[in-house]
């Protein structure tokens, strides 16, 4: 399982959120190739960067910091998500060097995107839910829908995206520990991968989703936890490692 930190972008600047707001922000650098750096050297396999501005806005805002960390870490898989909206963003961001483009309001609005996108672009296409109380939030988390995050699952696997990235909004930044359990669920009902998000606290959150790898969780989201010290980056992934290896 690999332990993916989290790199937020609002107004050129690393931050952390808590529940989603944009009110509630805690500035933890502000030069974000540098920050990318520090989880490089901390032994990062992949990164997960969201544009918070471009989810807000309906297009990338901070798109040119993406770009600038994929051409200084160029081997390194990145993951990049908030405000894909149209096929255009995501030729443009696979074509900077982004791995993976993480679809989440238009994948709830225009489910026919997904389809779409994937076809276009085969291999390259995540899909974020996040739920609040099991129902996923758009628009930068600002607005509840009535769809419950298994019955998306459900419909995106058949589309063929790699991986479904599932978010605890009550739980995000936190530090109140994952939802395994809604985790778990979710992997459990599809076929395609799952990688957690939300609440990741410290080692014991990352030996919890560990014991329920094997349900499909491949990795494990953290922001605020290895920002402020209280999970070891690679620490976290030496134990994931550890533990896979046991199983």
Known sequence: MLVIPAIDLKSGKCVRLRQGR???????????????????????????????????????????????????YPRLPIQAGGGIRDMSTIA???????????????????????????????????????????KVATEGWSKQSAYDAVELGKRFEDDGVVAVVYTDIGRDGMLTGVNVEATARLARAISVPVIASGGISNLDDIRRLCEVADAGIVGAITGRAIYEGTLDLAQAQQLADELSAEN
């Open 92 to 134: 443009a961001y696979l074509g900077a060097g982004v791995s993976y483009v993480i679809l989440g309001t238009k994948a709830v609005t225009t489910p026919q995107f997904v389809h779409e996108a994937c076809a276009q672009f085969q291999g390259h296409v995540i899909v974020g839910l996040d739920a609040r109380d099991g």
């Open 22 to 72: 944009m009110d509630e922000e805690t500035v933890f650098s502000q030069d974000p190739v540098a920050m990318a750096g520090r989880w490089v050297a901390a032994g990062a396999r992949r990164l997960h960067i969201v544009d918070l501005d471009g989810a807000r806005a309906g297009k990338p805002v901070n798109v040119a910091f993406i770009e600038a960390i994929a051409r200084r």
